[in-house]
């Protein structure tokens, strides 16, 4: 009887002894925790989530032995989500201080964003993005343009040529296309980036037009630019460049019916559309600079910051802009129309807000132009997938991130209740992990606070 009691003593000690074994003293656990499947759209209830050396280890129903995890988070009663991305994001560069780039980065982190598109390139976002791949920088994930490819850096099919070739040499991720490119000098641009197989993206200039930007093959429109412009019938317009702020001054020509044709166009050539519809609805658009700068999150940007914001709104919409409501109403309805049938019949839409732009504070603008989506009619679960699986779809790295999956990168959002029923929810944060690092909500109250002291001096 001793000698089996004694054997089953030795069995238990092995056995514990084994399961320590098994667990990476680096390991992390979130228990109990709620998952939301953005692909769809459901809520996978209860689950104990491991995590080690930066990804998504296991998903189970119940972990034995939880107690063998040093580091524990418990999201009882909590909603853990994948990471959201910015994909109109801008990133300071020299001279601005290698302080307030960090605190910008940061100022995305804080609010669940683990992905960022930079849309205006500069040599240091090169290496920007290497250190917040290898973990030497607290950032989201970088992907950066290159500099402006625009009518003052481009003026002849020969200069394209050798930028755009230089740009593929130098590893940015893609091109970013501005206004102003003549003609056959974006032609050249167009085969030049085939044949660097380096993908171009951003404004449609006024001599392309949409129908020809959509044929070449944009990977993303931004803006949703060039579009208003295409619902004018041709025998309407006596002077292109009279379309005034991304079409505004055609709002009463345009011809909304016109809409579906070029949606379906946009969904044969496979180009993506990044709205930012929260730029027109609040740097243009009937609300005061005063209005603008009593918002919460104004406390995070520098004086100075804010009082060219406030100088650029009075320009854009003040009494002296010849800005007209009811137009403005209008102009944002096309906009509403465009955004709901490139949903349901484009190719599909990518979250992004255009920060820090024109009273659009990093991070925290991602929630006024999800609830501008709101406005425009989609759902809570597509607003979801549209800054999270349809970016991986993207940028073809669904096997890397974009949703709570064993064996892809542990970027997530860990929230109060189900954004699925209240998209507000995403506001909620009680933590992030990006690439596997958790960052509590008292460390980012933290440093929201020093963020809020740099700006104030």
Known sequence: MKKAALICLTAFFLSCIQSQDTVSPTAMLIAGVNVVDVRNGTIIEDRDIVIDSGLIKSITSRLDQPELYSQKIDGKGYYILPGLAEMHAHIPSPPTSSTRIEETLFLYLSNGITTIRGMLGHPSHLDLRQKALS????????????????????????????????????????????????????????KTAQQEKIPFAGHVPVDVGIVKALESGYATIDHIDGFLEGLVPPEKITDRNANGFFGYNFTPLADTTRIPKLVALSKQKKVWVVPTQSLFERWFAPTTADEMLAQPEMKYMPRATLQNWRERKIQATGDQSGFDNKTWEEFINIRNKLITEIQENGHGLLLGSDAPQIFNVPGFSIHREIQAMVRAGLSPLEILQSGTINVARYLDKEDRFGEIKAGLEADALLISNNPLEDIGALKEIQGVLVRGKWIPKEEIDRRLAEIEGNASK
Do not use: C, W
């Open 135 to 190: 973990g030497e920088l607290l950032s989201p994930r970088i992907f950066t343009s290159s500099p402006s490819l625009n009518g003052n850096t481009i003026r002849t099919p020969e200069e394209a040529q050798e930028k755009v070739t230089a740009y593929a040499l130098a590893g940015y991720d893609f091109l970013k296309i501005h206004p102003g490119i003549q003609l056959e000098v974006f032609d050249q641009l167009v």
